[in-house]
Structures are given as C-alpha cells and as structure tokens.
T-cell receptor
Framework: GQQVMQIPQYQHVQEGEDFTTYCNSSTTLSNIQWYKQRPGGHPVFLIQLVKSGEVKKQKRLTFQFGEAKKNSSLHITATQTTDVGTYFCADQGAQKLVFGQGTRLTINP | GAGVSQSPRYKVAKRGQDVALRCDPISGHVSLFWYQQALGQGPEFLTYFQNEAQLDKSGLPSDRFFAERPEGSVSTLKIQRTQQEDSAVYLC?????????FGPGTRLLVL
C-alpha cells in the first residue's frame, strides 16, 4: 500500500537555527497535510498542500509540495522552544490519512 | 463541545480482557476516523465512518477489532481478547472537510 517516508527521524538544533523535514513517496501523493504533535499531545493540523509545486507560508514555517507531487518539505526559520514536537506529513487519499514516521524536533535553548 | 473528546484517557487491561474506547466527535462532523499510534511512530489508519456508515475498515488489524457509530455521532472502538501488541494510543479524529481534528487519545496498556 501507500507508504510515506519521512526524514530525518530526529533533529536537535540550537534555538535560532533553522530546521527542515522531508517527506517522500514512490507514488504520486494526493494531498499532503502537515501535523504537529507536542510531547504527550495529539496531532494538530498545520496546513494542506494540493497543487504541484505549491508553496505556503505560516509565519516562520514554509511548506512546499514537489513538482511531481512525490515529495514535500517543511522548513522552520529561526526555531523557538515552542517549536518542539514531532512533525508529521500525511497523504490524504480516499479520506484516510497515511502518515509518515515523523521527525522529532528538540531544541537547545 | 469545543473539540473531540475520548474516554477513558488511560486504560490498563490484562491480556485476554475486552476493552471499549469511546469517541465524541465535534458536533456536526460527518466523518469520523480511528487511528492507532505505537510509541515513536506515526498514526496508522484503522477505520472510517461517514455518519453511521462504516465506509472503510481496511486498517483493522484483526477480527478482534470492531468499531461502531450507530447514530452517526459517538463512536466506540472495541478490542476483544486484548494482546500485548495492542498496546498503543488510539486516536479518534473527526472532520467536515479535509481537515481532521484529533482527540487526545486513549493510551491502552495490555499487561
């Protein structure tokens, strides 16, 4: 079935450094959604990308969808301690979400 | 309510015991999903309802898992004869459109 690969699995940065997580699939993705899960919390929707080559920004977060719709990325500029958590990409096909393994971000203040 | 609620938040079961997990979706949300999240992993789809109809149950790992949503609102996920590998967080999500809103989850530990 559909598999969504996400790298890296872990990322530790100093506060103020940038952070990027990548999402890849061997097959064409339908819609990509990004979620954030704080430690001990539940996934919270961040954004949805639908179109090939789409780029969306939310303050310090930049989301991209690849031209071939087989990859996506989330980039955070100048991380803050509030960015700590696990970031998941998920392919939305036929209603259900197929999640990547997530990238766990920790930050040294 | 303001969001999706789930109960119980924590459940410890002895192997072989049956458990029932409840989900109260956001009022008016047509779609309801159940996911299983193992430690350190992403959520994995179990089943999906549109109103009271179970449209996709392809993710249920075995016939020990059963879900229902009889009146198109509250849903129950039942696991019969629990096994240790069933230990996980069970997340419920509801939606009106593309965005899924997750509940806090039920953490199930099978001893």
């Amino acid at each position: 079935g559909q598999q969504v690969m996400q790298i890296p699995q872990y990322q530790h940065v100093q506060e103020g450094e940038d952070f990027t997580t990548y999402c890849n699939s061997s097959t064409t993705l339908s819609n990509i959604q990004w979620y954030k899960q704080r430690p001990g919390g539940h996934p919270v929707f961040l954004i949805q990308l639908v179109k090939s080559g789409e780029v969306k920004k939310q303050k310090r977060l930049t989301f991209q969808f690849g031209e071939a719709k087989k990859n996506s990325s989330l980039h955070i500029t100048a991380t803050q301690t509030t960015d700590v958590g696990t970031y998941f990409c998920a392919d939305q096909g036929a209603q259900k979400l197929v999640f990547g393994q997530g990238t766990r971000l920790t930050i040294n203040p | 309510g303001a969001g999706v609620s789930q109960s119980p938040r924590y459940k410890v079961a002895k192997r072989g015991q049956d458990v029932a997990l409840r989900c109260d979706p956001i009022s008016g949300h047509v779609s309801l999903f159940w996911y299983q999240q193992a430690l350190g992993q992403g959520p994995e789809f179990l089943t999906y309802f549109q109103n009271e109809a179970q449209l996709d149950k392809s993710g249920l790992p075995s016939d020990r898992f059963f879900a229902e949503r009889p009146e198109g609102s509250v849903s129950t996920l039942k696991i019969q004869r629990t096994q240790q590998e069933d230990s996980a967080v069970y997340l419920c999500a509801s939606s009106l459109g593309d965005t899924q809103y997750f509940g806090p989850g039920t953490r199930l530990l099978v001893l």
